[in-house]
Nanobody, 118 residues
Framework: QVRLVESGGGLVQPGGSLRLSCAAS????????MGWYRQAPGKERELVAS???????KYVDSAKGRFTISRDGAKNTVYLQMNSLKPEDTAVYYC????????????WGQGTQVTVSS
């Protein structure tokens, strides 16, 4: 099995920054991709940013220029640096990973709350 543990959420004022971390552990052979999704109250979960094992990244339009996703392959960890945060970034942020063990599966973290408010 694979476990994803997130950290780094919290309360921040508009214009502030937060850094989310997500560490994967378990019977991992290869991590094909990792990413961050978010879900605000009353809204569907959306992809915020993703990164492949080769380093290719993808961002939702609202995050471009403000958020940066990166990964440490040796630590099986993905990071999301969020700058210039806005109230509309408030949501529960979920880590996601596509991981090959004895098969290839899609795994989720438990979620971490990010609240942007003055």
């Amino acid at each position: 099995q694979v476990r994803l543990v997130e950290s780094g959420g919290g309360l921040v004022q508009p214009g502030g920054s937060l850094r989310l971390s997500c560490a994967a552990s378990g019977s991992i052979l290869v991590i094909n991709a990792m990413g961050w999704y978010r879900q605000a109250p009353g809204k569907e979960r959306e992809l915020v940013a993703s990164i492949t094992s080769g380093g290719s990244t993808k961002y939702v339009d609202s995050a471009k220029g403000r958020f940066t996703i990166s990964r440490d392959g040796a630590k099986n960890t993905v990071y999301l640096q969020m700058n210039s945060l806005k109230p509309e970034d408030t949501a529960v942020y979920y880590c996601n990973a596509v991981v090959r063990t004895s098969y290839t599966g899609n795994y989720w973290g438990q979620g971490t709350q990010v609240t942007v408010s003055s």
